[in-house]
């Protein structure tokens, strides 16, 4: 009785699980949809294979001050709390560093791969010319790497080293998971792509996927290494609690209120561009939710942000690069963004770099995703290593 007892749990959990993926993903794709369809526009032309933006058809709103001001006060009145938290802060801050370990080889040799690619990306060497295309690829790799070993010099671990099969499902998923931004940045063409005229659909969709499956690697790397100073997120632990009595009800809720505002955002697209960040992260979030699919989510609850601020925080810093190496590519990336397209840094517009911190809790959303669909556990001493509690 007790073993059919635990059957039924477990078929029913399965079919809760499938029922909140299938729903996030007729909400996450629908939903932009559904805004075209109101808007009377043809929606075939969304759906073509892969979805690539390489010039704009859209007329978008001009600087205003006004936005520019506006939204900034908004950044501002978020971060703010964080960092005067952890600027007030006094409290002691146990190191994980590892003294008596040295750097790798191999981190040496990410070292060398990330400067080799940075300089093909960058310089146009005639020999080189065939494959000046396809270069983004290489110092994410050397990136990757580099993090990793790091890491390991610190803590005595890596993804690398200690967790091969996690990072291998972060490769894998992360161009699925970057390949539905592009799709979504059809509907407001908030950036499109430069010198790929060359490429057909699906010679650009095999190259792009390359870089793309790096996102999710470096994001969730570098969470980790930001994870091994402790006092980078100092106080953030005792923090705003974010009590939730019926979370499965709330999640649901929100959702739909996610849903009903992505599908404004083509609609409304030099109003509501900043929806293509924020919605994705709440409907994900709401269906892990829904499944009960273990995340650092449940930690707010309790007034623990250290995992949201760290991997918002990575996802900056892994910004910062993708739009420095950009900046000189041959085939790379410019940006249109309404209301506040100005004070650039590189391609970006300075205040368009916040769309990265919700991108980055997304980013650890995924990876608590992929170690759910692994069954890599946990370990089973908390405290064991630095991200026994948070590994995402």
Not at 97 to 124: C, D, E, S, T, Y
Not at 139 to 161: A, D, E, F, Q, V
Not at 226 to 251: Q, Y
Not at 365 to 371: A, I, Y
Request: contains cysteine; hydrophobic residues 50%; aromatic residues 18%.
């Amino acid at each position: 009785m007790y073993f059919t007892l635990l059957k039924v749990q477990s078929c029913m959990k399965l079919i809760r699980s499938i029922i909140s993926a299938v729903s996030a993903v007729i909400l996450l794709t629908g939903a932009p949809l559904l805004g075209i369809y109101l808007a009377g526009q043809e929606t075939t032309k969304f759906l073509e294979f892969p979805p690539l933006t390489t010039s704009l058809t859209k007329e978008h709103a001009p600087f205003s001050w006004s936005a520019f001001y506006l939204l900034i006060t908004v950044i501002l009145l978020i971060i703010a709390p964080f960092i005067i938290k952890i600027f007030t802060t006094r409290q002691a801050v146990k190191s994980a560093v590892n003294q008596k370990l040295r750097f790798p080889v191999w981190g040496w040799g990410g070292l060398l791969i990330m400067a080799a690619g940075w300089v093909l990306a960058w310089a146009r060497f005639p020999w080189f010319s065939q494959l000046q295309t396809h270069t983004f690829t290489i110092p994410w790799i050397g990136y990757i790497i580099l993090i990793n070993g790091i890491i390991y010099k610190r803590t005595g671990r890596s993804l690398i080293t200690h967790q091969p099969l996690y990072l291998a499902g972060l490769f894998l998923f992360s161009a699925v998971f970057w390949w539905y931004f592009e799709f979504l940045n059809q509907f407001v063409q908030n950036w499109y792509y430069v010198n790929v005229e060359a490429l057909g659909r699906m010679e650009f969709f095999l190259y792009a996927t390359l870089p793309f499956a790096t996102v999710l690697p470096a994001v969730i790397s570098t969470f980790r290494l930001l994870k091994t100073f402790p006092g980078l997120s100092r106080g953030l632990d005792h923090f705003m609690s974010v009590p939730v009595n019926r979370p499965k009800t709330a999640a649901i809720i929100w959702s739909l209120v996610a849903a009903g505002a992505l599908s404004f955002t083509p609609l409304l697209y030099d109003y509501l561009f900043p929806v293509l960040w924020l919605s994705p992260l709440v409907i994900i979030a709401s269906a892990m939710i829904i499944a009960d699919v273990p995340t650092f989510l449940r930690n707010i609850t309790k007034g623990n942000w250290t995992t949201v601020y760290l991997l918002a925080i990575s996802a900056l810093i892994c910004g910062f690069f993708w739009e420095m190496w950009n900046y000189y590519s041959y085939t790379r990336w410019e940006y249109s963004v309404p209301l506040v397209h100005s004070f650039k840094v590189f391609e970006m517009p300075v205040l368009g770099y916040a769309g990265y911190l919700p991108f980055g809790v997304q980013c650890g959303l995924m990876g608590c995703l992929v170690r759910s669909m692994l069954k890599t556990n946990r370990s089973s001493h908390a405290g064991a290593h630095p991200f026994a509690e948070t590994e995402c």
